[in-house]
Structures are given as C-alpha cells and as structure tokens.
C-alpha cells in the first residue's frame, strides 16, 4: 500500500528535509583528504543533534552508523569508519536521513575530494545528478511510477560515455517510497522493467525517495563479507544521487533540497511546489 499524505505531513518531511540538506552541507565541507569516514559520521551526529533530529539509519536492520559512506567502487551502504582515509582524487557518496516527529527525510549525493580528478568522474557524478533531475520532473500527476524510471533510465542512455561504452545503471538498488518510515512502498527502479508493469498513478500526496546509482562500468554489484558494503562487481567507480520527493496539488516539492527543487525543476519548465514552511 502507499501511503499518501496530507499537506501537513508533507510540511512536517520538510522539516526533515531540511536537516538532511544541513547534514549534506556540512558533511561536504568535512570530506577533504586526510579526514576519515567515521569523522564525516560525527558531523551528522552533530547536526542532527542541533536540530534535535533523529537519525532514521543508525540501528536500521542493525546499521552501525548515522551515514552511509561509499567510496570511489563502493556502491552504496559503506559503513563509515576510522581505517577508511579520505584521499586526494577519490570521491564518495553520503547518503543520510533524519526523522522529525515521526516523519523521514532521505538524500544522498557524491562529492570530489580534494582535485585532479578525471573528466569522466566528473561527467559520471553530473550524469547521475541530472538522471535523478529527470526523474524528479517526470513526478507529475496523471503519471505513472513506470515514467519516473523511464526518464531517469532514457537520460543516462542518451549520455555519451568518456572512452565509449556504456554507463552501468545498477540493477539491485533503487529508490522507494517514504514517510513514517524510511523504506516503503512503491519500490522504484532507475530503469524500465516490462515485467513490473507501469505502476501505481502518481496523485497528490505521493512521496518517493528517487536515487539513481550508476557506474562507469557493470550494473551488477556484490555485499562484501560485513553484510552491508555494496561494490559494483568489476572494480568501477559509481556514484548516487538521490532526493525525497512529494507530489502536490501545486507540483513537485523537493523536500531534501534547500531551495524546494526551485532551480533545477524551472530548467525542465516546472514551477516547484510552494515550500509550506515559507
């Protein structure tokens, strides 16, 4: 079942929200060479504590940590640590949430650690970002779950890849719905799926967390020996993006993203939903 929300739920994963954005702005400044994993975990500890927030990942399914800390082949869900040093040209995802009365809040996104990195990082994380942009302005009443893959997958398709091939659209891994909880239904992958049908019809109050992971290689990945660290099977880099999403009666409301979605949906011609919290 989806859970469909009110206008005064919705404004309430705002707030949440926006602990997620504090969480991403302050983690993004601490990942520099030489700082470690477990130090970036500390920062969000931090932040969530500022606004007396509570982390939704710590404890989940007996995750160790507040944050998810994937580095260059890692895909998702490293766990943070202090043997893992953040070096010159590597880059990382953070992906983090925050609960306010009950309601979640879910982002992740891939930073650049230090510089020199390659072009085809560079264009690998842009792609990324811009395939969940595409998703994001394809969350549109009348829709269906079905379009939302389809934009995020036909973005990526039509990406030239740096030294050819093709781009890994990781296969296991997807977004999801959120609100109470943090994982609920609808799953959503990044790619069509014939076999899954189109999905449930997007209305107002419909709430998804849209988060492409992609590699510069294989979409297939592998859990390494602690049960969580995911890592694409061929040793490529990946990375992830991701944002929570509510449909409204007004439009999309980018509810992890400081600015409501504002920016970015305006590029696709969609004016972002009021930001209840003004």
């Known amino acids: 079942m989806v859970q469909i929300k009110s ?18 702005a302050a983690t993004r400044e601490a990942a520099v060479p030489g700082a470690t994993t477990k130090d970036l975990d500390q920062v969000a500890r931090k932040v969530l504590a500022e606004h007396n927030a509570k982390p939704n990942f710590l404890g989940y399914g007996g995750f160790p940590a507040t944050i998810c800390t994937s580095v260059n082949e890692v895909v998702v869900h490293g766990i943070p640590s202090d043997d893992v040093v953040l070096k010159d040209g590597d880059i990382i995802s953070i992906d983090c949430g925050a609960i306010v009365d009950g309601w979640h809040g879910d982002a992740a996104y891939t930073a650049f650690v230090g510089s020199g990195h390659a072009p085809e990082l560079i264009e690998l994380s842009r792609v990324t970002e811009e395939s969940m942009w595409a998703g ?3 969350m549109k009443q009348g829709n269906r779950l079905v379009d939302i893959s389809r934009a995020i997958e036909t973005y990526i398709r039509r990406q ?21 909880e943090m994982h609920m239904d609808p799953h959503l992958l990044n790619y069509v799926d014939r076999r899954r049908g189109k999905g449930p019809k ?18 297939k990945t592998v859990v390494l020996e602690d049960e ?3 890592v694409t099977t061929d040793g490529t880099w990946s990375s992830h993006w991701e944002h929570s999403v509510a449909l409204t009666e007004q ?16 590029e696709y011609g969609i004016t972002a939903a009021p930001d209840p919290l003004g």
């Open 7 to 24: 206008p005064e739920q919705i404004a309430k994963m705002r707030e949440a929200g926006l602990v997620v954005a504090a969480i991403h």
């Open 136 to 138: 994001i302005a394809a």
């Open 160 to 180: 030239p890849k740096p030294g050819g091939g093709r781009y890994g659209i990781i296969e296991d891994y997807g977004g999801h719905g959120i609100g109470t």
């Open 202 to 219: 997007l209305v107002p109050g419909f709430c998804l967390a849209i988060e492409p992971m992609v590699s510069l290689g294989t979409s």
């Open 228 to 230: 969580w660290t995911v």
């Open 251 to 266: 439009g999309p409301l980018v509810l992890t993203a400081p600015d409501g979605g504002k920016a970015k949906l305006a």
